[in-house]
Structure formats: C-alpha cells, structure tokens
C-alpha cells in the first residue's frame, strides 16, 4: 500500500479502480529534415486517421443516428481533397514537420471556408480544423484519454472545465488532481456530483498506474493506492457512518428553511446543464440560484444556436416548476474557454474579455441567449443575471438590450413573461457600487470566488497561492456586509452563490448581514437546512 494526501474540496470515500487524464502535447514537433521521412509519417498518419473515422462513423450511424453521422462523413472524404493533400506535402518540402503542415494547411483551408458566403461551407471550417488536428495528433502520439468500462477514480494533472464536460460523469467516483485549487471548476463540479475529491495532490500517475485499487478520503484529504486489508474495513466504516448520516437529514426534506427567530431563506442549487436540474430538485433545493449557462458552450465545436438554448432554458424551467431559476448569461473567458469564438490569447486573461464584457461587445453572441431566456420564461419562474459587472452603464446597457429583445418578441408575436433582472457581483467595483446597482437591479448574487480573487488580487486557479485565498478576510467580509445593507435598504434580495455559500462557518453570518438567498451544489441543500433551521439568528 501507499498513501499520501491532497487538499480535500468534498468530502466522502471513494473505492474503485483509478484512470490518468493525460493532456495531449503542447510542444510544436520539429521536422527530421527529411521532407521523404516527414511525407511517409504523414502517408501512415492518413491510413489511421481513416480507419478511425470509418470506426467513428459506423459507431455514430447507430448511436447517434444517419444524420450526425454525416458529420464524420465529410470528414472522410476531406482526407482525400487533393488540395489539401497537395498543400500538405508543399509545406513539408519547404521544411515543414508533418505534423506541422497538416494542421497549418488544415488552418489555412479552414480560412477560406469560413470566409465563404454560405453558412453550410462556413460550419466545414471546423470540420477541416478537426480532420487535421486528428492527423496531427496521431502523428505526435497524442493518443488522447482511453475511457474504461465502468466506474473509476479519475486522477489529471488538472482538468478544464472544457474536459470536464466531456467526461462521462455518472461513472466518476471521485476526481485527484496535482494541481488546482479549491474554487477551480473541478472542485466545484466535484461538489456539484457530490463526489470525494481532492486538488494538489502529491500522487504520482506512475503510482496511479501501477495500482489496482486506489482509495479517496475525501474527509482527511488522503489517498491510498492498494490499500491493505486495515485500512480498507476503516474506509468502508467511514463509507457507512456517511451513508448513516445523509438518512439522518432526510428528516429535513420537503421542510420550510426558517431560522428558530423566523428568518426565511431560500436554499437554492447550482447547477451547469438541463440534467442538473433534475438532481437539484431530487436533492430538495427550492429553486437554482446559478446556472452557469456557459457549461451549454463547452465542449462543442460551434456556438449553440438560439434552438438549443431555449431548449435547455425550457428543460430547467419545466423541471424546477413554480421554483424560481437564475440564469446566468455567458461567463465564457478566463479559465472557461471556447476556441470557435475565436478569442485571441490573453496575457491575463481573468481581467480580460471575459463574462459580460464579451456580451456587451459581441451582440450576436448576446442576443440569442436573451431571446432563449425570454422565451423560455412562459415555462417557469426564470430570472436572469450578468457575471462580471464592474460599472452601471453595463447593466444599463444589457438591460437596453433585453427591451429591445422583448419589443422584437412582442412584434413577432412570440409570447413571454417578465423576467427578473439581477446582477451578479463578483468585483470589487460592483460591491463598492451596490447602492447605485441595486437602483438598476431586481436582485445581487455573490459570486464569492471571483470576488474573493480580484478583491484580494489573488488567481482562485493557483495552487501557490492557496494560503492567501482567504474567503474569510476581513476586507471581504466588509463587502459582503456592505452588498447586504445596499440591497435591503433599496428593497431587493442578495444572495450568494459563490463556494463560501454552502459554507457551515458563514452560513448564520449570512443570515446576520441580511442574504436571504444562499445556492450551492445540490448535495450540501440538506445539511445546510438542518443548520438554517437550528439557528437562532
Ligand atoms: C463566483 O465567481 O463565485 C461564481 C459563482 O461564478 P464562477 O465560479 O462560475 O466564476
Ligand atoms: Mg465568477
């Protein structure tokens, strides 16, 4: 047996074979020199490429259906286009690696198939991109993640919320990571799954390897790879003692949430997806409190069409009911990153395009999600809110926007409900200015993570950092209370929907400052009703 310990970001114990998330390369390959060596690598790379795509596209015909399939189809026949393949082996006679002329002249026709001027030659471009980044995997051995049968531990040097969303959630028993933080997306979708995990890890993906069976306690923050026989019935104990505990709060379900001195919250869930919503409502949340609606974003090769969105915003809506549902308006950028929107590199990329900002700069991309929300209103109880507000004329000009959706409804005969329009704060600017907001708003929700980062100056991403990650300094706390006054004293409702909301040390101080809304994931609204309802706050 070996052990060792990671910071824990969700509790639980979590038994079971374990799996390495390996990241494809990043360094670019050098050519040999010899363009004959490099042309016979790419010659061997275009074989496997078809024979993966020809197992993609019979795997795809009957899962997914004739039509998707197609999608893989026309990327069988892109390997064949003499052009590309001629533009390939001009690159690699003038010096260029295979790997490195497939995917720039992949690029390059991608270009000039997005600048055509019809819409079924512009959704091609990602389809090249897509063909050639295959070729140019396997020609540098990026084999990509293996998924096995079953459930399994996953352990990752770190993990994307762009490859979190690709991962089949149901059979993760509990996410290690090297690296990470505790307010990074894998905690937080760790939390969400309800799921033992732990970041910072000190394990190795060779002592990973090398095991059979790998242990999570997710309540020390310890991993045991092979655990002995010992160690393995004190696990399955806690494992009981856990499952003991959860049916003891069962005496809370279908419960009002109601302080001992009568102060009524709303105990709210965070949720990323349609399916989400399901487990929020069987977790008893009443109501979500955040939708990160950029999780519809992730994971796919094109914007979601206004079809989608209003599909999934309806989903929500019909599920959660009378309950009301806060919709959070793209949050894309920083650590949540797309590459069809085309965005370029940033240098600090956290105080950079980013949530609102790109809304406000990019209408088409604004525009289908507030129609989807309108929408969808006539199904529910939905209200929205903007990430990433620092200034009043942002509000101002979203809701400017939402109007204009609304006269475009309405003149289309399209019906819909009004929507509730909130603001999230999450910087230090929208808290110093939650008296003039609060004029502007029909309610706050805190995102604590982001105001915690940018208050304190502090990357919520970095693992360095941790000990100064302080969601509990004094500065913050100001602000929170500030936040707090800024909305009763205007009469709108705060809430909170950052990590620290599902907090037991801050939950009654909460209460105090006059947060009358806290959102969390699914699986903490029980024990968080038990302590709401024995306070005497
Ligand atoms: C936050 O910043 O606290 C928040 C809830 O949003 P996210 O974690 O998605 O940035
Ligand atoms: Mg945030």
Wanted: aromatic share 6%.
């Amino acid at each position: 047996m070996k052990k060792g310990v990671g910071l824990p970001v969700f509790s639980g114990v979590a038994i079971g074979p374990a799996v390495v998330y390996r990241k494809a390369q990043r360094t670019l390959p050098v050519s040999s020199g010899d363009p004959a060596v490099e042309k016979a690598k790419f010659e061997s790379a275009l074989e496997v490429a078809r024979q993966q795509l020809t197992e993609l596209f019979e795997k795809a015909k009957v899962e997914i259906g004739e039509e998707q399939a197609a999608i893989v189809e026309v990327q069988l026949l892109m390997l064949e286009d003499l052009d590309y393949l001629d533009g390939v082996n001009l690159a690699i006679e003038g010096g260029a690696s295979a790997a490195m002329a497939a995917l720039d002249t992949g690029e390059d026709f991608a270009q000039v198939f997005a600048a055509m001027d019809d819409a079924y030659m512009n959704a091609r471009s990602a389809d090249i991109r897509d063909m050639s980044r295959r070729i140019y995997d396997i020609i540098c051995g990026n084999t990509g993640f293996q998924l096995p049968e079953g459930s399994f531990l996953l352990v990752a040097e770190d993990l994307a919320p762009s490859e979190t969303i690709q991962l089949p959630r149901e059979r993760i028993l509990a996410f290690v990571t090297r690296q990470g933080s505790s307010s990074s997306h894998t905690a937080i979708l760790a939390r969400t799954l309800n799921i033992p995990s732990l970041v910072q890890s000190d394990i190795t993906f060779e002592e990973v390897e090398a095991c059979t069976v790998l242990a999570v306690d997710g309540t020390t923050g310890t991993w045991y790879a092979d655990p002995d026989e010992e160690t393995l019935a004190m696990l399955r104990e806690k494992q009981e003692k856990a499952a003991a505990a959860r049916n003891a709060l069962e005496a809370y379900r279908g419960k009002e949430s109601v302080t001992r001195s009568g102060k009524k919250v709303l105990l709210v869930a965070n949720i990323g997806c349609p399916e989400d919503a399901v487990d929020a409502l069987k977790a008893d949340a009443e109501g979500v409190g955040l939708m990160r609606s950029e999780f519809l974003y992730l994971g796919r090769k094109n914007l979601p069409t206004e079809d989608e969105l209003y599909d999934a915003y309806r989903q929500v809506a019909e599920t959660m009911g009378h309950r009301p549902v806060v919709i959070r308006t793209l949050d894309i950028g920083a650590d949540k990153q797309v590459s069809y929107l085309g965005l370029e590199a940033e240098e600090n990329p956290a105080l950079g395009l980013r949530g609102l900002r790109i809304c406000l700069t990019q209408e088409e991309i604004f525009r289908p999600q507030l129609r989807a929300i309108y929408r969808a209103s006539v199904h529910g109880n939905l209200h929205m809110m903007f990430p990433m507000v620092a200034s009043v004329w942002e509000l101002k000009a979203a809701k400017a926007l939402c109007a204009r959706v609304r006269q475009e409804l309405e003149e289309e005969g399209i019906p819909f409900k009004e929507v509730p329009i909130g603001v999230m704060i999450e910087t230090p600017a929208a808290a110093v200015l939650a008296g003039d907001l609060a004029k502007e708003a029909a309610f706050f929700s805190v995102g604590t993570n982001d105001l915690t980062q940018y208050t304190l100056a502090v990357d919520r991403q970095n693992a360095k950092l941790s000990e100064f990650y302080d969601p509990y300094h004094p500065a913050l706390l100001a602000l929170l209370a500030h936040i707090a006054k800024a909305a009763n004293d205007n009469g709108i409702w705060a809430g909170i929907c950052g990590e620290l909301g599902a907090d037991p040390k801050m939950q009654e101080k909460f209460i105090e400052m006059g947060f009358t809304e806290l959102s969390m994931a699914a699986g903490r609204i029980l024990e968080s009703r038990k302590l709401v309802c024995q306070s005497e706050v």
